[in-house]
């Protein structure tokens, strides 16, 4: 009996491929639910004649002298068994798929985050199945933030991708790209090409092509053969295939790019065998193209890997730069699982070619699009409709599971928080927790203390956090209409095995004063200098080349967020420089940097004594608990704003804006500092107030940087390649949530309990807040969700 296997999203879907194959009479040996769909194991009904036609055969008369054996059993007939079977099957399935969907609607009203998160999801790309699939292990208690972060997690970590380019590039390799039509193989081939002679040189190649459809298709790989001086064969069929690659070295690799066909095309079967028939054997990687439609991905994927072929050993991902969302081409592969061998973002050979790395995917996934419609995906009225329909009884099952688990926690931790004489609960433990979850700066900061501390190696690039960073603030930025300030500041860090050197970075916080990430680092020690983005150098460059490093990297490589660069005046000289390279910027100066006005030169001290100072609005300038050592609602902030030159002999002028503020105390009008600063920005000037809280999160944030140093402390050296950039991105990150606890106002709790945790008191000192973040950290890891 020949048995086949089909594979659906549905038991339905499953059944309509089995007719189509074996007919209407097909026999269902077996069905079963799996992950992404339902498999259906069927027999072929010519497979079942046969065997009725030899139980059918007369029984063989007995020897002379045998005993004449027993009349087997009478079976029912092969339609009845072929009906009874089937039905039994379609019954199961109906039955699993009716009690998979009513306990999934159950914790979709139970669970609102997932709720939410599933209406998200689904609008990044992701299809039911997998979601329905990842979603069921989501935890429950998580706030809206935690929930996607672990969502991220588990999308990163199933997400299977090429580990390593030395495993595919291996000398005799056959690999043949495979696809409908349109989705890039050509191109994608060329590539591949290229990247193939550049490891190891043109001797080590030949293209093969089965594209005589198209016209112009077999010159357009001969032309880049030329280029790269490899040798380029088009073949017709499946004897000039094996003729040409027998004629082939064992040593070279062979290329194939096949014509495009069609999903619904009969001849998938047939490129299928005549890639079998080469004579070699040949790897078949898949081509999909990431901006169509995820019912077509899926449709694609599932045929090629039924079409009587090898099945495909991972795929190629082309136009992620045309594509609007990315959610459905990762989904494809988590649920057919084909690792992703490369990314194609371009048309350009060989430059659009792209090593993936699975966290980089999913954070690109799961960026936020403006320009994207919604059109195709539910709104949270559409679920709140949903959801409104029916309601199930509390689950208090769980709920005493939870409060039985914090009445044991609970004098554990109240001891370690030193002792319960500070009214601590439990319920305030667990806020401290979702304040972690809920604040972007300080949720990155616990994934990056997690990964640095965790005693197995952290085999993620720099260059992912890097990327990922920045999608951080891309994201929390996202139809907010907000700035963000990419504030750079340096502190002094000691070696653990001596020497002391220098931490820079830039901390990115909005113009409200939410902390957010931060993208570069660099660390200067006597022997070398280092940055995130990839540089180093023998000798640490000083701090104005430096400085000059940091923000002309950040505009060159993310000039797409709406940045204000805000810095240490410095001279004149390194403000010519900055401006030179057309970015917004802010620097903070003193009373006596030198300016122009009004035709006359003068100082920023001496021009601010003249100008009139008038009081600000508090609800117009970033939320920060504290300025200048005082409380925030302590102080009153009066300032004055000038366009002045900055002028040199034989240099052009620059004209900027001068800023001055006075802050005070409110009680009795004492001054308490005064701040001076220079901007230019684009277009017209930026507004007072505007520039007053830039100058404000500058002065406050250069404690940020001191956190980072006492991070910096903390954490224990790791002896793997590139930990210790990795240690100065957690220290920074570290630091800016350890600023932002300090002074956010919806911080309270959390800081109650780091207070608690560091010093057993109410209030969080400054000089403890570093080590009050990492024990919210450990805390989190007791009792977190």
Not at 207 to 221: C, F, K, M, P, S
Not at 366 to 377: D, E, G, I, V, W
Not at 748 to 762: E, H, I, Y
Request: charged share 20%.
């Amino acid at each position: 009996m020949n048995i086949s296997r089909f594979f659906g999203s549905t038991n339905r879907e499953a059944l309509r491929q089995v007719r189509l194959a074996l007919g209407p009479d097909a026999m269902i040996v077996s069905n079963r639910r799996i992950n992404g769909g339902v498999e259906i194991l069927a027999a072929d009904p010519t497979s079942a004649a046969a065997d009725e036609a030899v139980q059918a055969m007369p029984p063989a008369q007995p020897a002379l002298g045998e005993a004449p054996r027993p009349a087997p059993p009478r079976q029912p007939a092969p339609d009845a068994r072929v009906e009874v079977m089937s039905a039994i099957g379609e019954m199961r399935g109906a039955l699993e798929s009716r009690i998979d969907e009513l306990m999934w609607g159950n914790q979709l009203r139970r669970v609102p985050q997932a709720a939410l998160l599933f209406q998200s999801m689904l609008g990044f790309g992701f299809s039911t199945a997998l979601l329905r699939a990842m979603l069921k292990r989501l935890p429950e208690h998580l706030s809206a933030k935690a929930a996607f972060q672990w969502a991220r997690n588990e999308l990163a970590t199933h997400l299977p991708v090429l580990e390593s380019e030395d495993a595919l590039w291996t000398p005799g390799r056959a690999l043949a790209l495979v696809g409908p039509t349109g989705v890039g193989k050509t191109t994608t081939i060329a590539k591949l090409a290229a990247r193939c002679v550049r490891r190891a040189g043109p001797g080590s190649l030949v293209l093969l092509t089965t594209d005589t459809y198209r016209i112009g298709a077999h010159e357009q790989l001969k032309i880049y053969g030329q280029m790269l001086r490899v040798p380029v064969h088009v073949v017709q069929d499946m004897q000039e295939l094996r003729r040409i690659v027998q004629g082939i070295s064992p040593e070279q690799t062979i290329l194939i790019d096949n014509v495009g066909i069609s999903q619904r095309d009969r001849y998938i079967s047939e490129q299928a065998a005549m890639l079998a028939g080469a004579g070699r054997a040949v790897n078949r990687l898949l081509v999909l193209n990431a901006s169509s439609h995820g019912d077509t991905l899926d449709e694609v994927a599932r045929t090629y890997a039924s079409d009587g072929g090898s099945p495909p050993m991972g795929c190629i991902i082309t136009k992620i730069d045309e594509a609007s969302r990315l959610g459905a081409a990762l989904d494809t592969a988590i649920r057919y699982q084909l690792p992703i061998h490369y990314v194609s973002n371009g048309q350009k050979v060989p430059e659009n070619l792209i090593l993936p790395n699975a966290a980089d995917l999913v954070d690109q996934a799961l960026a936020h699009n403006q320009q994207a419609s919604a059109l195709y995906a539910p709104t949270e009225a559409d679920f709140a409709a949903l959801m409104s329909l029916t309601k199930v009884p509390e689950d208090t099952t769980q709920a005493a599971a939870a409060e039985s688990r914090r009445k044991r926690l609970l004098p554990g931790l109240l001891s370690m928080a030193g002792g319960s004489g500070l009214g601590l609960t439990m319920d305030d433990l667990h806020a401290a927790c979702a304040y972690i979850d809920d604040q972007a700066s300080v949720s990155e900061a616990y994934d990056l203390w997690r990964s640095y501390t965790n005693a197995k190696p952290d085999a993620t690039l720099l260059d992912s956090y890097v990327r990922h960073m920045v999608r951080v603030a891309q994201n929390e930025l996202a139809d907010s209409g907000r700035r963000v300030l990419a504030v750079h500041e340096q502190a002094a860090i000691a070696k653990q095995s001596g020497g002391r050197g220098h931490l820079r970075a830039a901390l990115l916080i909005d113009d409200g004063g939410q902390a957010l990430a931060t993208p570069m680092q660099q660390l200067s020690f006597a022997d070398g200098w280092l940055s995130s983005c990839g540089a180093a150098a023998q000798h640490a460059p000083n701090a104005n080349d430096a400085l000059h490093h940091q923000i002309q990297w950040l505009a060159s490589n993310h000039g797409q967020l709406p940045m204000v660069h805000l810095f240490d005046g410095g001279s004149q000289a390194l403000l010519r420089r900055i401006d030179a390279l057309r970015v917004d910027w802010l620097a903070q100066c003193t009373p006596a940097t030198r300016i122009e006005f009004d035709s006359c030169a003068t100082t920023a001290g001496a021009l601010s004594k003249t100008l009139k100072h008038t009081p600000l609005d508090a609800a117009q300038l970033p939320a920060l608990g504290e300025l200048a050592g005082h409380a925030a609602g302590d102080v009153v902030i009066w300032a004055a704003t000038e366009k002045v030159q900055l002028t040199g002999r034989g240099l052009a002028a620059v004209d900027v804006q001068l800023l001055t503020l006075r802050i005070l105390k409110r009680s009795d009008g004492v001054l308490v500092k005064t701040l001076f600063g220079l901007a230019r920005t684009a277009g017209s000037p930026a507004t007072t107030e505007w520039l007053a809280g830039g100058l404000l999160i500058r002065a406050q944030a250069k404690q940020g940087m001191r956190y980072a140093a006492r991070c910096w402390q903390s954490l224990a050296p790791r002896s793997e390649a590139g930990s210790l950039q990795k240690k100065a991105l957690t220290a920074v990150q570290s630091g800016l949530a350890a600023w932002q606890l300090k002074q956010d106002g919806q911080g309270a709790t959390a800081r109650a309990v780091a207070a608690s945790l560091v010093a057993g008191k109410p209030e969080l000192p400054a000089g403890l807040a570093a080590a009050g973040l990492f024990k919210l950290f450990a805390l989190k890891e007791m009792v977190g969700p």
